[in-house]
């Protein structure tokens, strides 16, 4: 994510910050990629503490896509919803330098159905996925302990709400570029063929979790075409954000170029050399606090492949024709 400031008084403003230091009310303006002291209250901004600019409606542009949102006076849904949907507003902007649902991109959007397990009734079962450009997100695991119970028991390295909602928009990309010339015979020449049986495919995976594989970036990417897909896109997201963070704190080291600008970058040889060395030197920070690695995969040629797919398409999908 690259730095913001705050327009008065330069002081650096946090991406989700409501004031600065300085006195001033922080908005995020989404149009145009800058932090502004003046907007319209985005009708989240006092209950969930949303600090982007609202638009037509009340609502911000992200938070104006999410078309269900939990019962907000039940157990602690207030905080899990603020929480995702500040994981999403990340997510989306970071998508938004490829042009994905900026104001340039006359496609459509996806819907977000926020829902919480507590329902203040009888506890819901909730299963995270898309379908048909609706985008099921469970905010229950924006509380840090359930999450991290789940990783252990489904045996996951890395999860996030960041990694959810890139994860889920994966499978809705999918669904915008599949009608472009050539995508999809690409597509099955890198990742298989996506119509195979998709229920009787995540089945298997449940009844037999595969562990890693050289050819696929996580177990689960081997359940089927389309979740490979999502975790190779959700994996060159990460990528890519943490690199920008890395080169927006002004850090250099040897082999990332000054001026590097990762989102821009179009080589995908390029950004994942880089992207892997600003990993392992973070790693090596992290290990001298004992915590767990920043990212803790290897990107082997296979992967590397199908990761470079990936960019190709989302970062052009703008100039693909239908
Ligand atoms: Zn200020
Ligand atoms: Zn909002
Ligand atoms: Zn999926």
Redesign the pocket.
Known sequence: MQRFA?P??G?RAYFHNLT???G?ALYFDAARMVMRNEGADCGNRAPIGCNWIGEAGGLCRSCAMSRVVPVLNVGNNIQLLGRAERAKRWVLTNIANWHWFSDDDPGPRPRFLMLSEETGGRAEQITMGHLAGEITINVTEADALIRLQRRQELGEQYRSMVGHFRHELAHFFFDRLAPKAGFLAAFRDCFGDERADYSAALQRYYQSPPVSSHDFITPYARSHPHEDWAETVAHLLHLVDFTDSFVSTGLTMPGVPTGFAPYAETDTDRLLDIATRVAIAINDINRALDNEDLYPFVLTPPIRRKIGFAHGWMTAHLSQRA
């Open positions: 705050c008065t008084c002081r600065c230091a300085c001033h």
